[in-house]
Nanobody, 125 residues
Framework: QVQLVESGGGLVQAGGSLRLSCATS????????MAWFRRVPGQEREFVAT??????NHADSLKGRFTISRDNAKNTVYLQLNSLKPEDTAVYYC????????????????????WGQGTQVTVSS
């Protein structure tokens, strides 16, 4: 069983930065495809970014501001959030699924098997 624990959320002013972490246990994270999603209040959970062994993909609307990365030695995935805006206020979730190929990437909630509890990011104007 895979467990995911997010951390790093908090309150930040517009224009600021945060780095979210997702610690994985129960499996070696290198055998998993990892992703970040977020849920803005009143909306459905939306795709933010995903990372395989050697490739990563970001939501088009967030490219250039958000960056996903991983440290397999630490079984941890990160999401760097830069130039934050009030509309980035959301609960950010880490997700995982079985790794398939580096060419495949998944952006739908139902495509992921494991989820963390989420970490709140609040951006003040």
């Amino acid at each position: 069983q895979v467990q995911l624990v997010e951390s790093g959320g908090g309150l930040v002013q517009a224009g600021g930065s945060l780095r979210l972490s997702c610690a994985t246990s129960g499996r070696t994270s290198s055998t998993l495809s990892m992703a970040w999603f977020r849920r803005v209040p009143g909306q459905e959970r939306e795709f933010v970014a995903t990372i395989n062994r050697y490739t990563r993909n970001h939501a088009d609307s967030l490219k250039g501001r958000f960056t996903i990365s991983r440290d397999n030695a630490k079984n941890t995935v990160y999401l760097q959030l830069n130039s934050l805006k009030p509309e980035d206020t959301a609960v950010y979730y880490c997700a995982a699924r079985e790794y398939s190929t580096d060419e495949a990437y998944y952006t739908r909630v139902y495509e992921y098997d494991y989820w963390g509890q989420g970490t709140q990011v609040t951006v003040s104007s």
